[in-house]
């Protein structure tokens, strides 16, 4: 297991190297000049010979690369051009509003997903079966865009034929109004919950279909325990490592799936920010930005790789040359 983890960081670093110098060569080998680009079309050239020594572009690629990445080691990704803002203190704001929506969008999946994937493989008949797989499916169909459209018709405060929860913006204080901030959150939370909840029922639901077809489901209910709590006792412990793989990636991918409703529900989180910077040209900061999402998704992966094998010690039995 020590080895396994000793194996592993050293694959995440070699990673992170890669992406860092694909991120910063990719925002160099676009079509035109960076330091142009972000001055305007229309600038005097000594502006934008001003703004090349400022950013530094007029040293060698390679002096350039090492120059941020020394920076990224200290936790300094640079400066927005736009705002004069660190883009590490920008990146911490948006994640406050970000990774709280993600969180509670995957325990609004959860709470949705795993029990009806239960219930769909406890109850056997045509219909019942039928009636989950068509929800499942309907679910997991609907764009989140019109599904958020359709939850602020029904909810939305003000507009909504049940007005309970605001359907746009964020405090401007913060989580220093806690009560007002989540509420916030709930809409598109839930809209969020609803779309990724239908992946997790259909995986839940094959999982177990396969288990309880297997000898140890048959042996469980041989001891005297039903169909029923096979399911939930012996299936979904057996279950576990898949399902945490699974709703690990699903939130490494979150991250980017939540941006449509960000922009959709006025939030002023990860999403909605990138796609200002990029409209802005404001390439520094989407530097640092696509940097940090890639190394997320690595992070993830890792723990996931981790908690998977302790949670599975078959998988420990395995030798690695």
């Not at 960076?34 to 000594?46: E, F, I, R, T």
């Not at 009806?116 to 989950?132: D, I, R």
């Not at 490494?252 to 999403?271: C, D, K, Q, T």
Request: aromatic residues 8%; hydrophobic residues 55%.
């Amino acid at each position: 297991m020590f080895r396994m983890i000793c194996q592993r960081l050293l694959l995440f670093i070699a990673a992170l190297f890669c992406i860092s110098a694909a991120v910063f060569l990719a925002l160099r080998v676009l079509p035109g000049d960076v330091a142009q680009v972000m001055a305007g079309l229309n600038s005097p050239h000594g502006k934008v010979e001003q703004l090349r020594a400022e950013l530094g572009l007029n040293k060698p690629l390679f002096t350039q690369y090492t120059d941020w990445l020394f920076g990224v080691l200290r936790g300094d990704f640079g400066v927005s051009m736009l705002t004069g803002r660190s883009v590490a203190s920008m990146i911490a704001a948006r994640a406050t509003i970000t990774f709280p929506l993600i969180l509670l969008g995957l325990a609004f999946a959860l709470i949705l997903g795993i029990p009806l994937g239960c219930w769909q493989v406890t109850h056997e008949g045509k219909v019942p079966q039928a009636v989950a797989r068509f929800t499942a499916l309907a679910a997991g169909s609907v764009p989140a865009l019109w599904g958020g459209m359709l939850l602020i018709l029904l909810f939305g405060r003000g507009i909504g034929v049940i007005s309970l929860l605001p359907t746009q913006g964020f405090p401007t204080d913060g989580w220093s109004e806690c009560g007002e901030a989540l509420l916030s959150l709930l809409l598109p939370a839930l809209t969020v919950g609803i779309i990724v909840g239908s992946s997790f029922m259909r995986y839940t639901a094959a999982t177990l279909e396969h288990i309880s077809r297997s000898e140890i489901a048959y042996q469980a209910m041989a001891c005297g325990m039903t169909r029923r709590r096979v399911m939930w006792r012996v299936g979904l412990r057996l279950a576990l490592p898949q399902l945490v793989s699974v709703i690990g990636l699903t939130f490494a991918h979150m991250v980017m799936g939540v941006m449509v409703i960000e922009n959709l529900f006025s939030l002023p989180g990860m999403g909605m920010g990138m796609v200002r910077d990029v409209g802005l040209r404001d390439l520094i900061a989407v530097q640092g930005e696509l940097f940090m999402l890639a190394a997320l998704f690595l992070f993830v992966g890792l723990l996931v790789d981790i908690v998977h094998r302790a949670l599975d010690p078959r998988l420990s039995q395995q030798v690695y040359d």
